[in-house]
């Protein structure tokens, strides 16, 4: 036969009669869920935003890099005919990116583009990124060219012994992005040009 013992009685008064005993459940209210889908979105805002900031630095630097190469093919087409060259075929280099093509041809300039960015040459002025929105070399958008203007045009002072080069702002993004490159000369038509 099994004997049962019998433990301890506690002096614990019973619950009273009708009496709910709520126990918390290990989970998340509504309310912390909400404030770390806020904390979230704030940080992933920030981050977008650095991420788009930094694109627009390299396609500027890219856009620094081809322009000085414009720069040096057109001085030695200078030195060689007195005058600087108002196409790309005109000058001794290939300097065209991979999937740029001409699309426009406006009074003694060329324009090529590969439907974000286009590389605009004519005998005044070259330059490189958003520049004209124009049918049929659509882009995206027009925010900011790196450019050369030669002496006496736009922002280059007609004392200049060489062509200025210029990050050249369009909208309040692109002259953000110009400004972190050089030094802010003048504004001409709305557009503000930083020296590089």
Known sequence: MIKLIESPKRNTPPPPAFSVIYRREKAFTLIELLVVVLIIGILATIALSQYTKSIEKTRISQGIVLVKAMLEA???YFLENNSYAAS???LDVNILPEGFSKCNFISGSDLYSDGKNQIYL???HFAYGNIH???PCTI???DWAVAVNVPGYRACPAN????CMYCAGFTSKGKA???TFGKYVTTINTYDY???
């Not at 200049?160 to 062509?163: A, F, I, Q, V």
């Open 74 to 76: 057109q001085n030695r």
């Open 194 to 196: 930083y020296q590089l």
């Open 122 to 124: 004519s005998a005044l």
């Open 160 to 163: 200049s012994t060489s062509p």
């Open 177 to 179: 992005a110009c400004a």
């Open 88 to 90: 790309i075929e005109e």
């Open 133 to 135: 929105n124009v049918s």
């Open 140 to 142: 995206t958008k027009e």
